[in-house]
């Protein structure tokens, strides 16, 4: 079992940026691929970003490159989604999750454990 928890969430202006946090219990984090998730009112769960066990590879969606980056830091258990130039399009509850293999990283249904979210509003 993994326990993740998110925060750093708020309700920010556009153009700001916020940074995310995911920290972690449970069983030995640093073998995991972590993903960031973001769902918006009324939408599907969709990828935002995953990064490798070691973070040497990381993965965006097109929608957030250039402006979002992701990393880690395993000696603390904790993965981090800096989120820049933010927009009112990125008003969304954002998830961070694990899973095994780098199958199907921009699927929900690849990820074994969640954490609950954290609330990102853009107001422009």
């Known amino acids: 079992q993994v326990q993740l928890v998110e925060s750093g969430g708020g309700l920010v202006q556009a153009g700001v940026s916020l940074r995310l946090s995911c920290v972690a219990s449970g069983r030995p984090f640093s073998s995991y691929i972590v993903g960031w998730f973001r769902q918006a009112p009324g939408k599907e769960r969709e990828f935002v970003a995953a990064?490798?066990?070691?973070?040497?590879?990381?993965y965006y969606a097109d929608s957030v490159k250039g402006r979002f980056t992701i990393s880690r830091d395993n000696a603390k258990n904790t993965v981090y989604l800096q989120m820049n130039s933010l927009v009112p399009e990125d008003t969304a509850v954002y998830y961070c999750?694990?899973?095994?293999?780098?199958?199907?990283?921009?699927?929900?249904?690849?990820?074994?454990?969640w954490g609950q979210g954290t609330q990102v509003t853009v107001s422009s």
């Open positions: 990064i490798s066990s070691r973070g040497g590879s990381t």
């Open positions: 999750a694990t899973k095994n293999g780098f199958s199907s990283l921009t699927a929900t249904r690849g990820y074994d454990y």
